[in-house]
């Protein structure tokens, strides 16, 4: 075989060519997210009467924080499968989510009278939130950790964190739709107590 012949069979290998990372995950999340929508409106539904409940602002705020994120952690994840990227901005981008929590927090109490602290902190589902998130993320993230094989993580542990945490914003978003449970106190005890 002669070397030209050679390396055109060895071209014609490489025609089956890797999808983008960001194509990927997106691939992977559909059905990820579709498998964790239809175990929630199998097994828990909606919230009674959740588009009339959008007016209120705690209810607003936990599905806007969710939301968020979902929206700061997805790219960071497609960041950090690229090799030599600078994820610091992602970062302190994802940083918000956090300080407003905090801040919803401080509005709260003052709002709130002393009395009802306790109460707004531990909310009525707090084990039942901390047991649902991760079955509802579980499908996500089965479909996001494949899906960073198509990029080259220089750190895959810290890659794979990302993609825990986007996949945990993802379930946390599903379940901010079922919970009754609005204080940002509770989303707050929610996130640091596990």
């Given amino acids: 075989m002669r070397t030209a012949h050679l390396i055109r069979a060895l071209a ?3 025609d089956a060519r890797k999808i983008s990372p960001g194509r990927a995950l997106a691939l992977a999340l559909i059905p990820g997210v579709v498998i964790s929508l239809c175990l929630l409106l199998a097994f828990l539904g909606l919230r009674p009467h959740l588009i009339a409940l959008l007016g209120e602002p705690r209810l607003l ?13 997805g790219p960071l994840v497609l960041r950090l499968v690229k090799p030599g990227a600078a994820v610091r901005s992602r970062v302190l981008l994802l940083a918000i989510v956090p300080a407003f929590l905090a801040a919803a927090c401080l509005v709260e109490l003052v709002v709130v009278s002393p009395t009802l602290w306790g109460q ?11 047991k649902t998130i991760p079955k509802l ?5 089965i479909g996001t950790l494949p899906a960073l094989r198509q990029g080259a993580p220089e750190k895959p542990g810290l890659a794979g964190a990302a993609a825990g945490l986007f996949a945990g914003a ?13 204080s940002p106190l509770f989303v707050a005890a929610c996130i640091v107590w596990p």
């Fill in 137 to 141: 993320a579980a499908a996500p993230l």
């Fill in 12 to 14: 014609a290998d490489s």
């Fill in 170 to 182: 993802i379930g946390a978003a599903l379940y901010a739709t079922h919970c009754p449970d609005n």
């Fill in 120 to 130: 707004e902190l531990i909310g009525s589902n707090a084990v039942f939130c901390l």
């Fill in 61 to 73: 705020f936990k599905l806007c924080l969710t939301a968020s994120l979902v929206a700061l952690s």
